[in-house]
């Protein structure tokens, strides 16, 4: 059982509002990914982080931006919630390329009305 | 999809029967890996496999890989319900490798029959 973290494990919230997803792991891992997944599609990566002051943005473009100031805590913030950002937004994270593999948190459900 | 595609997209088969997902994807990888999501939930790590191996085991599950075809599937042997989940393959691109970065499939939707 993988040691990270999501919550809230749903949110609804209205258009406009500045939301935060928060995203914690106890592995001490270096890398840590955002993904977005709308339901019964592929994941999508919206952000990554090699290790603490260090963020990118991933292959799809994302109006969020992430945080790192601690190696065990990543979040993303939305500043104005909009309907278009209504998805499943997973966390990730994982020891080094050289593994390779990636532990996944539960998720967070978005809906904006 | 951005690396490649699954087949196929949707799987309904038998208690006990063998259940094969296939996966392509278009560029050079450094490995491959098998994902399982359970509806709604996070993914889970099954196996991976790297770019110079062809086939691997891991209990139920035998994977092979055939990198001059850009293929992958995935073997789940004698299956039960709770196999029931969504399976994704997700690539290493050669150039990805020093940041880890996972492109998935669309994935291939596996239901279980008990």
């Known amino acids: 059982e993988a040691d990270i973290y999501q919550t809230p494990r749903y949110l609804v919230i209205g258009t406009g509002k500045k939301i935060t997803l928060e995203c914690s792991q106890t592995?001490?891992?270096?890398?840590m990914y955002w993904y977005q997944q709308d339901p019964g599609m592929e994941l999508h990566l919206i952000h990554y982080?090699?290790?603490?002051?260090?963020?990118e943005k991933g292959d799809l473009s994302s109006e969020s931006t992430v945080s790192r100031i601690r190696t065990e805590h990543f979040p993303l913030t939305l500043e104005s919630a909009r309907p278009s950002h209504t998805s499943q937004y997973l966390c990730?994270?994982?020891?080094?390329?050289?593994?390779?593999?990636?532990?996944f948190g539960p998720g967070t459900r978005l809906l904006v009305l | 999809s951005q690396q490649g595609e699954e087949d196929p997209q949707a799987l309904s088969i038998q208690e006990g029967e063998n259940a094969t997902m296939n996966c392509s994807y278009k560029?050079?990888?450094?490995?491959l890996q098998w994902y399982r999501q359970n509806s709604g939930r996070g993914l889970v790590h099954l196996i991976l496999?790297?770019?110079?191996?062809r086939e691997k085991h891991s209990g139920r599950l035998r994977v092979t890989l055939d990198t001059s075809k850009k293929s992958s599937s995935l073997l789940i042997t004698a299956s039960r319900a709770a196999d029931t989940a969504s399976y994704f393959c997700?690539?290493?691109?050669?150039?990805?490798?020093?940041?880890?970065?996972?492109?998935f499939g669309q994935g291939t939707t596996l239901q279980v029959k008990p």
């Open positions: 997700a690539t290493v691109t050669i150039g990805s490798s020093n940041t880890g970065k996972l492109i």
């Open positions: 560029t050079s990888i450094n490995n």
């Open positions: 592995m001490g891992h270096d890398k």
């Open positions: 982080s090699y290790g603490v002051n260090s963020t």
């Open positions: 496999i790297r770019s110079n191996e």
């Open positions: 990730a994270s994982s020891e080094g390329w050289d593994r390779g593999t990636q532990y």
